[in-house]
């Protein structure tokens, strides 16, 4: 009996290289004999309510899209049972794909479907946001450079790509406000004037923080916690931006730690991106490590 896949395809994210894909994806999954049933997506929120109402009835699922996709499926497929949830696949589309870079999926969308069909699971972690059904895969971000995905015009990120990110956020430096908060990851405890603050299991926040690949593991039940302490002058400040975007390089005012659970404490309610899609987080949470969670075709 052939293997029933469920298809999500957004055909409006990034260069919409899916969709353009689209005829060339579905003929390998048919010619791995697997049984396909697609659906695309109409608005914000609707991969994740495609996954939740339909998943438990596939034995796989694949979404085609950006990492916001991949967010929501996620999402959805986190608020189901863990007996309910099949192995998730993800073809990139997206302007940058962060989450493909640092997993080392293909970009190029046939050839991430072939890789799929070879059926190579593994178990990776998925963070937790907060006591919400809210979730992430491998960024909660708050503060500078976070909304730089949503300022971007999405004709210069398609001409131009991740150059797009970096102008918009040298443009914005002089807007950046410090938050304070106390932050405890394990048995350290940060406290202070921060101009961003990251959880993540990547190499590349924000869409151009770029950090080393030294203790980043997808599936050893551990966050990179990075904060970057507020610049008291220009120079400071410029220190900072240079450095950030260079791979490797000593981080001017960041500090980094691992834990499996991270407590922020800030003096009241905040906006963060999850995976580059927007949450409102209270004064007092705890993003979460859920260890090997979910089933993932790499």
């Not at 996954?51 to 999402?75: K, M, Q, W």
């Not at 240079?242 to 000593?250: E, H, V």
């Amino acid at each position: 009996m052939k293997e029933k896949l469920l298809l999500i395809l957004n055909p409006k994210s990034g260069t919409m290289r899916g969709r353009d894909n689209f005829f060339s994806i579905c003929n390998i999954f048919c010619e791995a004999d697997l049984d396909v049933s697609i659906r695309i997506t109409k608005y914000p929120g609707h991969a994740t309510k495609i996954t939740y109402n339909e998943a438990p009835y596939f034995d796989r699922i694949v979404c085609c899209g950006g990492d916001g996709t991949l967010h929501e499926v996620v999402c959805g497929l986190m608020r189901l049972e863990s007996v309910k949830r099949p192995p998730l696949g993800y073809i990139p589309s997206g302007t940058t794909n962060d989450f493909a870079k640092n997993f080392g999926l293909p970009t190029d969308p046939s050839k991430a479907a072939a890789r799929i069909t070879e059926n190579d699971i593994t178990d990776i972690d998925i963070g937790k946001f907060g006591d919400d059904d809210n979730y992430f895969t491998y960024v909660a971000s708050t503060g500078a450079f976070t909304d730089t995905s949503y300022r971007t015009p999405q004709n210069l990120k398609n001409a131009i790509g991740y150059m797009a990110y970096v102008i918009d956020a040298i443009t914005h430096l002089g807007n950046i406000k410090p938050i304070h908060m106390r932050v405890t990851a394990g048995e350290k405890v940060f406290c202070g004037d921060y101009i961003f603050a990251s959880v993540s299991n990547s190499t590349t926040v924000a869409k151009m923080i770029k950090i080393d690949k030294i203790g980043v593991d997808m599936s050893d039940g551990l966050f990179e916690l990075i904060l970057i302490k507020s610049p008291q002058n220009l120079k400071d400040a410029d220190a900072i931006a240079k450095s950030l975007l260079i791979p490797n390089d000593p981080k001017c005012g960041l500090v980094r730690a691992q834990a499996d659970s991270i407590r922020f404490e800030l003096d009241g309610e905040s906006m963060w991106t999850l995976d580059g899609e927007f949450a409102k987080a209270p004064a007092d949470f705890t993003i979460t490590n859920m260890c090997r969670t979910l089933k993932f075709m790499k």
